[in-house]
């Protein structure tokens, strides 16, 4: 059965956000869904194990019970780029035993929501990358696009990489995480124009307080068909 791939104009753009949003919305059709998050580096220490803060998020948002090895096979205490956390932990990212575990989402759920780590092409170890991540799971992408100035370059970067690799952009998130943002809404219809892929949601700042998001922030219709059995 179908996953989907959460990536970003960058880290700090509200993938973790529509990853539960996506999870919340596959739910909400009778589907048994799970989070992943491959590659998490950023961790507290709970009872004496490593725990990411999304990689919690995702868990809680799920419907599906599913262990900790198989929903996030690599943590990293420190929240820099994965492939220097690995190193620094004596670790090399492999991409062979994110698949395994992704075998294993898949056979347990009717969907797997997978959350990226950053944006589309950063690196897990020496030679591959995100991209390459995607790749071998062969998934269908959506990229939240985090609206601040700079966003149409990296925007249009990501859509035309995502397409560069083969891969399919499902739809695409635009997310206000500047509360100042000059004509945001212009911004959005630049990239309307430019992607061709649907935009599944448009997002506000929302105050801290605001809550987590619901299913019905996010238009589910034109990628919905990838998630219902034939
Ligand atoms: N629409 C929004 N309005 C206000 N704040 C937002 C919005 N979307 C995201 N944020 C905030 O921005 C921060 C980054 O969001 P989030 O953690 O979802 O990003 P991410 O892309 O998953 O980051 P990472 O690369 O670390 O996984 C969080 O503090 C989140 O609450
Ligand atoms: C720590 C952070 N929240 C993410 N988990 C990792 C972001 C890596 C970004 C690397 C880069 O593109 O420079
Ligand atoms: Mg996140």
Redesign the pocket.
């Known amino acids: 059965m179908p996953g989907i791939f959460v990536t970003g104009t ?3 753009v509200g993938k973790t956000r529509v990853a539960v949003a996506l999870i919340e919305a596959l739910k909400a059709q009778g589907l048994r869904v799970v989070g992943m998050k491959p ?4 961790c507290d220490e709970v009872a004496g194990e490593w725990l990411n803060e ?1 990689v919690a998020r995702l868990r809680a948002a799920a419907n599906v019970a599913a262990p900790m090895a198989w929903v996030n096979p690599y943590r990293f205490p420190e ?4 492939h220097i956390a690995a190193a620094r932990q004596n670790t090399r990212i492999e991409l062979a035993p994110i698949v395994a575990a992704y075998r294993e989402l898949e056979r347990l759920a009717d969907c797997v929501v997978v959350e990226g ?3 589309f ?3 897990l170890n020496e030679a591959e990358d995100s991209a390459d991540l995607a790749v071998a799971l062969g998934l269908p992408m959506v990229l939240v696009v985090g609206l601040r100035l700079g966003c149409l370059n990296h925007a249009l970067l990501s859509a035309e990489a995502i397409a560069a690799r083969g891969l399919t952009l499902a739809g695409w998130v635009a997310n206000g995480i500047d509360p100042i943002m000059a004509l945001r809404a212009e911004n959005v219809r630049a990239l309307r124009e430019r992607i061709a892929a649907p935009c599944l949601a448009e997002w506000p700042w929302l105050e801290k307080n605001a809550g987590e998001v619901t299913s019905a922030m996010l238009d589910l219709g034109p990628i919905l068909p990838r998630f219902v059995r034939r």
């Open positions: 960058d880290t700090g590659v998490a580096a950023g999304d929240p820099i780029a994965p780590a950053g944006g092409r950063v690196p």
